[in-house]
C-alpha cells in the first residue's frame, strides 16, 4: 500500500501536515447560561454548548477552566488578532 501522506484525526484529517475539514467549514455555536452540578468532592458549574454544523447538531457541556484554556491557545496562536475576554468566574 502505498504512503499518500494522509492521516485519520478523529473527524479531520491531515493531508502531508495540512489541516483538511471533515465538513463545508460551516458551524454555529451558542453558550449558555452556567448550571450548577453538585458532586461529593465539590460543586462546580458547567456551561451548556449547542450548535450545529454541516454534519450535524452539536451538544455537550465545559467547565470554566477549559474556556480559559482555549482562549489562552486561541492568543497564543493568534497574536494580534482579538479575542473578547471571559467573563468573570464568579456569579
Not at 7 to 30: F, H, K
Not at 55 to 80: H, P, T
Request: a neutral charge.
Amino acid at each position: 500500500m502505498a504512503n499518500t501522506g494522509v492521516t485519520n484525526a478523529g473527524t479531520n484529517c491531515v493531508v502531508s501536515g495540512l489541516y483538511v475539514p471533515q465538513n463545508d467549514g460551516y458551524m454555529e455555536l451558542a453558550v449558555g447560561a452556567p448550571v450548577l452540578k453538585k458532586e461529593t468532592l465539590g460543586d462546580y458549574h458547567e456551561y451548556p454548548i449547542v450548535g450545529l454544523d454541516s454534519n450535524g447538531r452539536i451538544e455537550c457541556s465545559r467547565r470554566f477552566n477549559l474556556f480559559f484554556e482555549f482562549r489562552e491557545a486561541l492568543l497564543q496562536r493568534y497574536a494580534g488578532l482579538y479575542i473578547p475576554p471571559l467573563p468573570s468566574k464568579k456569579l
